[in-house]
């Protein structure tokens, strides 16, 4: 390529991923001891679950301020409000990190068969995930290229290629680990193949 040539890298897509608890730590037992609890109280979830998140648990749909019921949640609050100040300064949004509040927070159990189709979370700015159990062989968080709706006579990529050219990514987060992603990006999780249940937490963030 002549040296005139460039390729410019434009309008790039940024998820933010790091561990924020030892996997081993006291915390992780704590909140999936609390997640049962709610999972045998919540009678609402768990029929709000069987409409809309089937074979699964959810307390999207009953509780979804997990933070201001439990100080467990509200220390893992904290954590993360320490990560999304970091992914805002590396997202040059132009505002503080402090305008941005967690409003909603809620349990997802996943077992063995259960999926979560592709969505996305209107009305929020950041949302995100801290991943509490991850069975060996589950699936990750599908992520979809935002430019999907335009694409038009774009051919495929190759199956090899370079993950910023892909379609959709995969990311394979591990337990203690917290996602962070702006709320438009489309996603889901594939199927849990596993025998064991994967279990994580959500939230969003809003101004």
Do not use: C
């Not at 201001?68 to 040059?92: G, Q």
């Amino acid at each position: 390529m002549p040296k005139s040539a460039r390729v410019h890298s434009l309008f790039p897509t940024f998820v933010y991923q790091d561990e924020i608890f030892s996997p081993r730590a006291k915390i992780n037992a704590e909140l999936l001891e609390e997640i049962a609890q709610f999972r045998r109280i919540d009678k609402n979830g768990v029929q709000w679950s069987k409409k809309n998140y089937p074979g699964g648990y959810t307390s999207y749909g009953s509780m979804d301020q997990l933070f201001r019921l439990s100080s467990t949640f509200d220390e893992l609050r904290l954590k993360i409000d320490a990560s999304m100040a970091k992914y805002v300064r590396a997202l040059e949004i132009d505002i503080r990190p402090q305008e941005l509040k967690m409003d909603s927070m809620w349990v997802n159990v996943m077992p063995p068969g259960v999926s979560h189709s592709m969505h996305i979370h209107p009305l929020s700015v950041i949302s995100g995930t801290y991943y509490l159990q991850v069975p060996k062989g589950t699936r990750g968080l599908k992520l979809e290229d935002p430019r999907m709706v335009n694409f038009m006579a774009s051919p495929p990529r190759k199956a090899k290629a370079r993950q910023p050219n892909q379609r959709f990514v995969e990311m394979s987060p591990r337990e203690g680990e917290v996602l962070l992603f702006e709320s438009w990006l489309r996603h889901e999780v594939p199927v849990n193949p596993t025998r064991s249940d994967r279990v994580s937490i959500s939230f969003n963030y809003s101004w």
